[in-house]
C-alpha cells in the first residue's frame, strides 16, 4: 500500500471520530491557507506484538526508513520517527510507546488482556494501526485507575491504534506564518490551546516551534455506559533551519514531552 493511501485512511477515522479536528482544518482551509501535514504520530504500548517495530510496519512497506529516538524520562515513554527518504512532501511519522515494567503489576496486567484480546488476523496484519479499540468494550473504572498512574496508558486503553494527532505544517501557511498567530486565529475561533510548558513549546533556536489544541471530548461507549473522555487533537509545528541550511527535520523531546499532556483528561 502506498503512503498516501494510508494517510487517507487515517485522516478518515481520525475527523470521523474527533469532529473538533475536521473543524480546525476547514477553518484553515475556509481562511485561505494551506494545510500541509508535518507529522502524524501513534501511541502503544511496548508489548512486541503491538511495539512501534510492529506499528511502523505499514510505513516502512511504503518507503519510510527510521530516523530519530527519543526518551521521556517521567513519563516512561520511549519514542521513534520516521520519514520518506525520496518524498519530503509525505508527514514524518512520530510512534511512542510505554514502558510498561515501570508500571504496576495492575497496569501490566490490563495492557497483556488487552494484547491477549486483539483478532489474531489483525495482530498479524497491516490493519492494526487502524484497527482502533479492537479489543471489546473498556471499562470506565479500569479507565479512571489507569489515569492514576499514566494519562497515556489510559488513552490508549479506551482508543486503541489509530492517529493520535496530525500536524499541520506552519512554514507552509500563508497568513498564519507563526505559532503565534496560528495559536491567536484557533483561540478566536474557540480552540483551547495546550499551555502546558507554555503555549509554544521550543524555539528558533531548537529549529522547532509547536503548539496544540487540547483534545475535545468525546463520548465513548464503556461497559459501564457512555462518558466523555478526551479523544485525539490537533498539533501545529514551525521548522527551521539548520546552520548547514538544511531544515531541521527531527523533533525536540521536551516539547513533545509536554505536547503529550493536549489528552490530559479534564477534571
Ligand atoms: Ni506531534
Not at 522547532?208 to 464503556?222: H, N, P, R, T
Request: proline content about 4%; hydrophobic content about 35%.
Amino acid at each position: 500500500m502506498n503512503a498516501n493511501t494510508v494517510l487517507d485512511r487515517l485522516w478518515t477515522i481520525y475527523t470521523t471520530d474527533n469532529p473538533a479536528v475536521q473543524k480546525v482544518h476547514d477553518t484553515f482551509i475556509n481562511s485561505g491557507e494551506t494545510v500541509v501535514n508535518d507529522h502524524i504520530a501513534f501511541r502503544t504500548f511496548d508489548n512486541p506484538l503491538i511495539n512501534i517495530d510492529i506499528l511502523s510496519v505499514p510505513f516502512r512497506n511504503a518507503g519510510y526508513i527510521e530516523k530519530g529516538e527519543y526518551h521521556f524520562k517521567q513519563k516512561k515513554l520511549y519514542a521513534k520517527h520516521f520519514e520518506h527518504p525520496d518524498n519530503k512532501s509525505l508527514p514524518l511519522v512520530f510512534i511512542s510507546q510505554l514502558l510498561t515494567s515501570e508500571f504496576s503489576p495492575f497496569l501490566q496486567n490490563i495492557v497483556k488482556k488487552t494484547v491477549e484480546s486483539i483478532p489474531k488476523k489483525i495482530l498479524q496484519s497491516d490493519e492494526l494501526i487502524y484497527s482502533c479499540n479492537s479489543w471489546g468494550i473498556p471499562s470506565y473504572e479500569i479507565y479512571r485507575e489507569l489515569l492514576k498512574e499514566s494519562e497515556y496508558a489510559a488513552w490508549v486503553y479506551f482508543s486503541g491504534f489509530r492517529a493520535n494527532h496530525f500536524t499541520v505544517r506552519i512554514n507552509h501557511l500563508h497568513q498564519l506564518d507563526s505559532v503565534e498567530k496560528v495559536n491567536s486565529f484557533l483561540k478566536e475561533h474557540g480552540f483551547k490551546i495546550n499551555s502546558s510548558g507554555g503555549e509554544i513549546k521550543g524555539s528558533p533556536e531548537l529549529f522547532l516551534e509547536q503548539s496544540s489544541i487540547m483534545a475535545e471530548d468525546i463520548e465513548v461507549q464503556f461497559q459501564e455506559g457512555k462518558f466523555k473522555v478526551p479523544g485525539c487533537f490537533y498539533e501545529f509545528a514551525k521548522r527551521y533551519p539548520l546552520p548547514d541550511g538544511s531544515m531541521f527535520m527531527g523533533f525536540v523531546a521536551d516539547s513533545a514531552d509536554k505536547i503529550f499532556e493536549s489528552t490530559n483528561f479534564k477534571k
